[in-house]
Every structure is written in structure tokens, then in C-alpha cells.
């Protein structure tokens, strides 16, 4: 059983980031940002400011980011690219792809803006389809934390491993769910909750609602089994499969629903020949211009459509 945070405070996780890259650029001069021009609202400028000879700012070119950050990887770098995360993962897929992944590098794509939670900058900012993009690229890995301390753990573990991640981060505030003191490990779900009746699979900003559905549900009796599953690429294979013995599984995801978590999850019950699975997220459709909670609730990403969700599985 996970320790939760005992008092609701709601931090971004771009936040998060902003605070645990100066730590570890102190710690290891090695580590770099490669900023594209957008470092405050990327929370990079505290890196800036305090470590300059570690932080290269190539403007508004993304493209030439990965491959300025592919090339200080060959000379021992630990390059740390910070842009939004329709950019990181979009406009910098084939560089990524080609000059990262292909001779698989230590670079370290870390994006802010993920999912849903530009709102109000509309749908050419709202990031839905980067997780998936990027966990079809061997060699990739694919994180998101789901509250301020989470990524922190997880910011610090992508830069101790080699090899190339995906970092996404939300610009919106949301809830402080874990203690400071709890431990992660990238590639291995949490578990917050274990329970027999349903099993509530969530990651990134969308956990904290699985974890609200979870209460309900419980509060009508039926046993939760939740878990937060921060590394989409690799996937826990084996807290799926304890789920699939549970046999009904709800995915939630602030992410479009072809080919993020939903997608992941069901591979692997495909895989197994049994269990059923809900995918509930981005319902593949651009989104609008509107507050996140709106955006949300449009795409049936909410606490309400958990808890349906699993009633009706039962």
C-alpha cells in the first residue's frame, strides 16, 4: 500500500521539473538543457540562471534541439531537450527518431504542456497523441508522473539510466497525491489501492480521479484494485496480468485513447487470451478551447464515467 499526502495541495508537474533539473545539474555537471525558447513557461530558467555553462538555448527550432542534444550525448552530455510536448514529440518525431533512438543516445525529450492541459490554447497545443507516437520507437522510453513528487522521483531515474525517454509534464495544477518520501521505479506500476472486483489502471494527471472513482466505488462496495502506471513504455506486464486475473479493467488517460495507455494495457490482455478492458480517454478528436476540467469532462474523463464504467463491467 502507497502513502498518500495527507493535505490536497495542487502543484503542476512542469513544476517539478523546473526544481529537480537544478538539483541535478549541481549534482552532475554533465547534465544540460537544450531549451527552445520557452523556458518560462517550461520552468527552465532557474537552470539558466544558475548553471549557464550547462544550458544551451537554440530558439525557436525544435528540429535542431534533438539534434544539438544528439550530439553533446556523444561527448558524454546528458541532455535534457524542454519544449512543449505537441512539439517534442510531433514536430521533433523524425530527429527523434533518426538521430536519437535509431543510435540509441542518452537524451532525455522533457515536455511540459502534455495532454489536456494547455485548454485554453486549444487543440494545435493540446498534446493527445505524443505518448503514443513515441512508444512505437525502439529504444524509447515513455514516462508520466501523476503528481509533483511522483515525477520528481521519476525526472531524477531517467537521468541516472542511459538510453533515450520521454518525459511529459502538465502545465495545469493538479493534486499532490503521494508523499515526498515515496519510491518509484520507472518500467513498475504503483500500486495505491489492491482490491478483487475491479482494477482502475491510470497514469499521469488522470490518477488522481482513479483514485476518487476508487473511494466511491468502495463506498458501495465494491473491492479497487488501482494502479498508477507512470511508465507507458515498458509496460508492467506483470501488474497487468495480476489484473487480468481480476478480469475486469478500466485505463484511464489523459491522452487519446488509440494507441496511450488503453491501447498499451490491451496488448497485453489480447496477449493472454482473457479479461475485459474499458478505455476511457481523449475520444480521438481534436480538442477546444476551454478550461482543462471542461476538456476533460467533454471527452468523458471523469470521475462519474469511472465509476459507471466499472459498475457496468460487474
Known amino acids: 500500500m502507497t502513502v498518500l499526502a495527507k493535505e490536497v495541495v495542487k502543484k503542476a508537474t512542469r513544476e517539478a521539473f523546473g526544481d529537480e533539473i537544478v538539483e541535478l545539474g549541481k549534482e552532475n555537471k554533465n547534465i544540460m538543457i537544450v531549451d527552445a525558447d520557452i ?19 537554440v530558439g525557436i527550432a525544435e ?33 527523434i527518431r533518426q538521430e536519437v533512438c535509431y543510435p540509441n543516445l542518452n537524451v532525455k525529450i522533457a515536455c511540459s504542456h502534455g495532454g489536456l492541459t494547455p485548454a485554453n490554447d486549444g487543440g494545435s497545443h493540446q498534446a493527445i497523441e505524443d505518448m503514443g507516437v513515441l512508444r512505437t520507437f525502439p529504444n524509447m522510453t515513455v514516462i508520466m508522473g501523476a503528481d509533483y513528487h511522483s515525477t520528481r522521483k521519476l525526472i ?14 502538465t502545465r495545469d495544477a493538479i493534486p499532490v497525491i503521494y508523499d515526498e518520501n515515496e ?45 498508477d502506471m507512470h511508465t507507458i513504455k515498458p509496460i508492467d506486464k506483470e501488474a497487468i496480468l495480476q489484473c487480468i486475473e481480476i478480469g475486469n479493467i478500466v485505463t484511464v488517460e489523459d491522452h487519446n485513447i488509440l494507441n496511450g495507455l488503453g491501447s498499451a ?12 478492458v474499458r478505455r476511457i480517454g481523449v475520444q480521438d478528436q481534436f480538442g477546444q478551447s476551454a478550461p482543462y476540467e471542461k476538456l476533460l469532462e467533454i471527452n468523458g474523463i471523469t470521475v462519474e464515467n469511472i465509476v459507471n464504467a466499472a459498475k457496468e463491467m460487474l
Open 156 to 169: 531524477r531515474q531517467a537521468s541516472e539510466m542511459y538510453g533515450p525517454v520521454y518525459l511529459r509534464f
Open 39 to 57: 523556458g518560462g513557461s517550461c520552468k527552465t530558467t532557474k537552470f539558466m540562471n544558475e548553471l549557464p555553462k550547462q544550458h544551451v538555448n
Open 183 to 227: 519510491d518509484f521505479e520507472i518500467g513498475k506500476a504503483k500500486q495505491i489501492k489492491d482490491g478483487k472486483d475491479v482494477a482502475i489502471i491510470a497514469n499521469g494527471d488522470t490518477v488522481r480521479l482513479g483514485l476518487e472513482a476508487a473511494e466511491k466505488l468502495e463506498q458501495q462496495g465494491i473491492s479497487v484494485k488501482l494502479l
Open 63 to 95: 528540429q535542431n534541439a534533438a539534434g544539438v542534444a544528439a550530439g553533446l550525448s556523444t561527448t558524454g552530455k546528458i541532455p535534457f531537450v524542454s519544449t512543449y510536448a505537441v512539439f517534442g514529440s510531433l514536430r521533433m518525431a523524425e530527429q
Open 265 to 276: 494495457v490491451s496488448e497485453v490482455v489480447a496477449e493472454a487470451g482473457k479479461g475485459k
